[in-house]
């Protein structure tokens, strides 16, 4: 499994963002596909998932702001960022999950207060 990352940039605080993460190769075998992120510092914290059922998994500090979406027949899946705040400023990676974790290169998030 391949994942292709997109989305990252730079934003006001207030702003929003939409992340993009498009897998290929075995994709049938994809379990769970979400975001992580790292900040500056700081461990890699989940911060949404989605599995093939479709039910959502959200950090405590990104709920009601940020939502999940995935579209099996693209093979991509969304995280949708409103609301951000500078403690969103973070590497967020797309994970992948079968037998193994599988992980995307890291897009930057920058909220600007």
């Known amino acids: 499994v391949q994942l292709q990352a997109s989305g990252g940039g730079l934003v006001p605080a207030g702003g929003s963002l939409r992340l993009s993460c498009a897998a290929s190769?075995?994709?049938?075998?994809?379990?769970?596909i979400g975001w992580y992120r790292q900040a500056p510092g700081e461990q890699r914290e989940l911060v949404a998932s989605?599995?093939?059922?479709?039910?959502?998994n959200y950090a405590d500090p990104v709920k009601g702001r940020f939502t999940i979406s995935r579209d099996n027949a693209k093979n991509t899946v969304h995280l949708q960022m409103n609301s951000l705040k500078p403690e969103d400023t973070a590497v967020y990676y797309c994970?992948?999950?079968?037998?193994?974790?599988?992980w995307g290169q890291g897009t930057l998030v920058t909220v600007s207060s």
């Open positions: 994970n992948a999950r079968t037998w193994r974790n599988y």
């Open positions: 190769g075995s994709t049938f075998s994809i379990n769970t």
């Open positions: 989605i599995d093939s059922g479709g039910s959502t």
